[in-house]
Nanobody, 118 residues
């Protein structure tokens, strides 16, 4: 079992920045894959960024060059630094952890609202 708690969402103007945090209940180095997803009203949940290992990251095309995913092993926390925010980035952002065992297990946080508006 893994508990994930997101924080850092809020209201920001276009062009602004936010940093989301996802605190995990277990050693983050034992979690093979962590990622950030988002879901806008009326749309499906989509991958924003993932960090399958400390040396590689993946990003949705829509956020490349603007968002950065990282993790701090000492704090068991994954971050999503979001710069140059656009109105279309407005969504609920979710943190996800994937653990491989006999089955592949997925764990989700409760989500944090990000609203980009002037």
């Amino acid at each position: 079992q893994v508990q994930l708690v997101e924080s850092g969402g809020g209201l920001v103007q276009p062009g602004g920045s936010l940093r989301l945090s996802c605190a995990t209940s277990r050693n983050i180095l034992s979690i093979p894959v962590m990622g950030w997803y988002r879901q806008a009203p009326g749309k499906q949940r989509e991958l924003v960024a993932s960090i399958p290992s400390a040396s590689s990251t993946n990003y949705a095309n829509s956020v490349k060059g603007r968002f950065t995913i990282s993790r701090d092993a000492a704090k068991n926390t994954v971050y999503l630094q979001m710069n140059s925010l656009k109105t279309e980035d407005t969504a609920v952002y979710y943190c996800k952890a994937v653990i491989y065992g006999n089955l592949v297990s997925e764990y989700w946080g409760q989500g944090t609202q990000v609203t980009v508006s002037s």
